[in-house]
């Protein structure tokens, strides 16, 4: 486990303990890991981490409403199909024309393999894909909740067997399992079936340590007193009455922000300037306008104190 | 080990994670790979494996500390060398018994409250066991299992001879009664300890699920303040199940519409020649509903219960339109949306509860002002006792408004017998609901939403 986290954070991703953990016992029972949790907290950012220090492929299928098998697990090559039933047609007199009587060309005819639904047709989609990585793969399902039903009951064989089944050629077991992360952002309840496949991990905003040593590994560069500064006034923000908090995602950016401003400290109109990169809703940036010179300030002393 | 595991994971069903038996099997395997050395890594371990949404990571977290309760380490120290000095006072006496000197033992090698040395608490836990304490339900029962689990630990033969002694008078004899008596009531306390840790463990959920089962099917009316909140979790894990329930089956297949596009190429294998044939199919919409609360004295612990249930549903109905009266109509959406929820209830029973019903005018206003709310795809939701105070009924609006609906479900809280008695329009508003149900308990207000829903 302490091996994971410091191969994490060799790729600069900073994981808690539970994180290393689910990704521990994901790798070792041989189960996806289906992670929850509120957005820009690092869901993605973990299977991509991930894959970059195992030196995987990552195959990244992305959900929609809408999203079907065709989509996700495989598609014939429908073109490719058409032009050989052409060619079939032509050549088929050929073939069957050395034959006498009826019984005896069909005998020939059955005699070819059925090609038209083979390997050669199949257009593998990520699903597929991740099974025939002959070294073995992460696959990321992205913001799973945003597909619907059907597609989750899609998913389950693929997850528990880690096999496709194709029913025109049969079942395709992958070699090498791969690593599944799937994420969800809880816009709808997952069902049971696929819960009860999956480990769980949440991964909830970070605290104040934590989230200093995340903003410190992506924006090399910002100065220890004004890192502390932000992060606490980030952490301050959560704490509000607002209706999207600032994620780990914005503060990172929020620190990018203020090092190309090159900004020393905190203060308040730097604040007022650069608030529109941590809150996206205009009806929190009116709700944090009384707010802004308390919060700035007890962040400003709250950042001179060693976590 | 297992049995260890069994427990806890008995322990958390209890508490309300629903841990399946395939996950039992990965906590098992889990346990194999961690192992019990490190205690967080276990704990979090099991919290990825074993819980699967966050309130139940919390759940388990408790349980966790609770079921693998580590011994207070400092705590336990000062009472086994206050054990040692009692121990080095009662090595004295010889009571050559070898069952009772082991009892003294065990007395002597556990402190005061629950704490204790290891031998000393597993031998106690597997009498414990033993006594069945695992069964135990009610606080009530914690003296039956602690005699039962003091029996287990054979203290017959110690009370035996605590009664010999003290009949016998002598002055040694009673030193040595004194010992053992004070040996008996320190186990008798740490058997309690023990007790007392299952009954938080298995007797406590079970008790919480029993009073729920009861209060689901009381009479909402009689429903009292202290059963609120444990209304309020019953009430969610039924949302929880209709919605589960409802939120499947969103396409519809239509026989004979042939989708010709799909069609064409499920059967390109065949030249085209249809043999697999596909249909058009049509996404059923989700629920809209239009709930019009009566929220006047008699009514209001029903509203109450209908909102919280409407509310918790708020996933599975995507269009939901609240409104309550007594005598005039207000849309309570935006409160029920902004405060919590007791908070919002208790302004609207406040602000609009009192006053005479009036069906008429809330009809009146719905008409005025709402009416482009209701259209064919809309469920219209009543829920009242149908008695209007002889004002005007104003059938004719109740008509057109069950013409632009989908359809009225009525939730009556009288029954039928009283229908149309007295000042009750029951009997005229009934010829254009769809269908009008009785509702006196929350599991009957359950049936009823799933109803609505099941009709979509």
């Known amino acids: 486990m302490q091996a994971i986290t410091e191969a994490l954070s060799s790729v600069g991703y900073i994981a808690t303990r539970q994180i290393s953990t689910a990704l521990y016992l994901a790798h070792h029972l041989r189960k996806p890991v289906l992670i929850e949790g509120p957005a820009g907290v690092g869901k993605t950012e973990l299977a991509v981490s991930a894959a970059q220090c195992l030196g995987f492929p990552l195959l990244r299928l992305q959900c929609y409403e809408g999203l079907d098998d065709a989509k996700a697990l495989y598609e014939w090559k429908y073109g490719k199909q058409l032009l050989y039933t052409q060619i079939l047609k032509d050549k088929i007199g050929q073939i069957i024309s050395a034959e006498d009587s009826l019984k005896e060309a069909f005998g020939k005819l059955g005699g070819f393999q059925d090609v038209f639904f083979s390997r050669e047709f199949l257009e593998p989609r990520p699903l597929l894909q991740a099974m025939e990585q002959p070294a073995g793969s992460v696959l990321l399902i992205d913001e799973v909740d945003k597909s619907e039903e059907a597609f989750e009951a899609l998913l389950l064989e693929v997850l528990a067997d880690y096999q496709v089944t194709v029913p025109e050629i049969g079942t395709i077991k992958a070699q090498v399992p791969p690593l599944v992360i799937l994420t969800s952002n809880n816009t709808r309840e997952l069902g049971d079936a696929l819960k009860r496949r999956c480990l769980h991990l949440h991964i909830g905003f970070p605290d104040a340590r934590l989230e200093r040593d995340i903003v410190r590994a992506r924006v090399p560069g910002l100065s220890d007193k004004l890192l502390g500064q932000m992060v606490a006034f980030v952490q301050a923000l959560r704490e509000e009455n607002i209706r999207k908090p600032p994620s780990v995602a914005e503060a990172v950016d929020w620190a990018r922000t203020l090092l190309l401003l090159h900004a020393e400290a905190l203060d308040e109109t730097l604040v007022r300037e650069t608030l529109n990169v941590l809150i996206k809703r205009e009806s929190d940036v009116q709700a944090l306008e009384d707010r802004m010179l308390p919060l700035t300030k007890s962040a400003v002393d709250a950042g001179g104190r060693p976590v | ?456």
Request: glycine share 8%; hydrophobic share 40%; net charge negative.
């Open chain 2, 1 to 456: 080990m297992e049995r260890a595991l069994n427990g806890f994971i008995r322990a958390l069903r209890l508490a309300g994670v629903e841990a399946s038996t395939a996950e039992a099997i990965d906590a098992a395997r889990t346990l194999a790979l961690v192992g019990y050395d490190d205690r967080e890594a276990l704990r979090a371990s099991f919290g990825v494996v074993l819980a699967k949404s966050e309130t139940e990571k919390s759940i388990h977290d408790t349980v966790f500390d609770q079921y693998f309760a580590r011994p207070a380490e400092p705590a336990g120290k000062s009472q086994e060398t206050e054990a040692e000095e009692n121990s080095s006072a009662g090595d004295s006496p010889e009571t050559g018994d070898p069952e009772i000197d082991g009892l003294l033992g065990m007395a002597a090698g556990g402190g005061g409250d629950g704490g204790g040395s290891d031998a000393t608490r597993a031998q106690i836990n597997r009498a414990a066991t033993e006594a069945g304490a695992d069964e135990i339900r009610f606080q009530s029962q914690t003296s039956y299992y602690v005699a039962r689990t003091m029996d287990r630990l054979g203290i017959g033969a110690l009370e035996a001879r605590l009664i010999e002694l003290l009949n016998r008078n002598r002055p040694e004899a009673q030193a040595e009664a004194q010992i053992l008596a004070d040996a008996r009531d320190r186990l008798r306390r740490m058997v309690r300890a023990a007790i007392d840790r299952r009954y938080e463990l298995y007797g406590r959920p079970a008790t919480e699920q029993f009073m729920t089962d009861v209060a689901v099917n009381k009479a909402m009316a009689q429903i009292g303040t202290s059963d609120l909140p444990r209304m309020k979790a019953a009430v969610a894990r039924m949302a929880k199940r209709l919605a589960v329930k409802h939120s499947r089956r969103q396409r519809i297949k239509l026989n004979g519409q042939l989708d010709v596009r799909r069609t064409l190429r499920a059967n390109a294998g065949r030249d085209s020649v249809p043999f697999d044939l596909v249909f058009r199919y049509k996404r059923r919409d989700k629920p809209r509903i239009v709930a019009v609360c009566d929220v006047s004295g008699s009514v209001s612990a029903h509203a109450r219960f209908l909102l919280l249930f409407l509310h918790t549903l708020h996933h599975a109905v995507t269009d939901l339109a609240t409104f309550v009266f007594s005598n005039t109509l207000h849309d309570v959406e935006d409160l029920l949306e902004r405060l919590p929820f007791e908070q919002a209830m208790a302004q609207i029973l406040r602000d609009y509860g009192g006053g005479g019903t009036d069906y008429g005018a809330a009809f009146a206003k719905l008409e005025d002002e709402y009416w482009d709310d209701i259209d064919k795809r809309t469920t219209v939701l009543m829920l009242g006792d149908g008695r209007s105070n002889y004002t005007p009924a104003r059938i004719e609006l109740f008509r057109e408004m069950a013409d632009r609906a989908k359809r009225i479900v009525w939730l009556a809280t009288e029954a039928p017998g009283r229908w149309g008695t007295g000042d009750s329009y029951m009997l005229k508003y009934l010829p254009y609901c769809a269908q009008v149900s009785h509702c006196v308990t929350v599991a009957d207000l359950e049936r009823a939403v799933d109803e609505v829903l099941e009709a979509y």
